[in-house]
């Protein structure tokens, strides 16, 4: 692939880790805006990138193919919409919004504009997880009787100026890492027949809950947290089970059956998510075909029933009420 060139908006951590990933492919950061002027020239002179003082003007520059929005979620809505407006193929983030409301908007604006854009949701652009998903669906373990996922990281223990601890940034457990569970249960085996989520609210935010996703069958139990450490997915049929320690960035999963143990090794990384959506976008494609819009849409709108069984509105979304 000939080198795929980005604006990037945004200029914080997650803009830093994965330029130092996928400058070692063949992409390039040509362009950078963030409402953080002196982050913004550090990270752009760190990846030879031009500072724009506008996110127009970073979109429209003329060496960009497509922009990569890494901000709090609660401006990925305005950014991408301004992108797609522009013609400009996107690569958001995750959660690409705060409501499936957020998320429609911009399905719809791409549709409309003919525009690719994509959550940038790593996990599933990895072969490590495409292949825990066909082991699944081919019926390696049999019929699923359990699904067990924990994610959880001590985010309370970070500032509370952190974007994770601050409800004005919809902060808290469930759309920072709880995105990540309940993505990975959608993809294998779609929208649930049922969500019941239990949780704790403190300060404006959830710091735990645990959401139970039932299916025909059998059940997806996920609990996340911001007071712990622990990452594991455990998936259990009537003819084996599936295990992935660090499931979300996972680099191996082990298929043990009555045959035997079968381990896969792969890469979750950002340079493949890029690369993958790159190539998506020279296809001259709209939507992804490793997160397609209806997925997207979905998992938010799973998220939304879990915020409303537990109380949870963030203040931007009360003076709209």
């Not at 690569?91 to 791409?110: H, N, Q, W």
Request: aromatic share 10%.
């Amino acid at each position: 692939m000939d080198t795929f060139r980005w604006a990037y908006i945004g200029s914080g951590n997650i803009a830093r880790n994965t330029a130092k990933s996928i400058t070692k492919g063949d992409h390039k950061i040509t362009a950078v805006y963030s409402r953080n002027p002196e982050t913004a020239k550090a990270f752009a002179a760190s990846c030879g990138a031009t500072v724009y003082s506008t996110a127009e003007q970073a979109m429209t520059a003329a060496d960009v193919d497509g922009v990569y929005i890494a901000t709090p979620h609660t401006s990925h809505c305005a950014y991408a919409l301004q992108a797609i407006r522009l013609g400009k193929p996107v690569l958001c983030e995750k959660p690409v919004g705060v409501s499936a409301a957020e998320a429609d908007a911009m399905i719809r604006a791409a549709q409309e504009h003919g525009v690719y854009f994509c959550e940038a949701m790593w996990t599933w652009f990895s072969d490590v997880a495409l292949t825990v998903r066909q082991w699944v669906q081919s019926g390696r373990i049999g019929d699923v009787k359990r699904v067990e996922m924990d994610y959880a990281f001590p985010g309370m223990l970070m500032q509370k100026s952190s974007r994770v601890r601050m409800p004005e940034t919809a902060g808290g457990a469930l759309l920072d890492i709880g995105i990540y569970p309940v993505t990975y249960c959608y993809n294998l085996f779609g929208y649930p027949k049922s969500i019941h989520c239990d949780g704790r609210l403190q300060d404006g935010i959830d710091i735990y809950e645990t959401v139970t996703l039932g299916y025909n069958g059998f059940s997806c139990v996920l609990r996340t947290s911001l007071t712990s450490l622990k990452e594991r997915c455990v998936i259990k049929g009537s003819r084996g089970s599936i295990r992935l320690d660090w499931f979300h960035m996972a680099s191996k999963a082990v298929l043990k059956t009555d045959e035997g143990k079968e381990v896969f090794r792969g890469k979750t990384d950002y340079l493949t998510q890029f690369t993958r959506a790159a190539e998506e976008i020279r296809a001259g494609k709209t939507e992804s075909a490793y997160i397609p819009p209806e997925a997207t849409r979905d998992c938010l709108r799973i998220l939304d029933v879990c915020r409303a069984q537990m109380g949870l509105v963030y203040p931007f979304e009360r003076s709209t009420r």
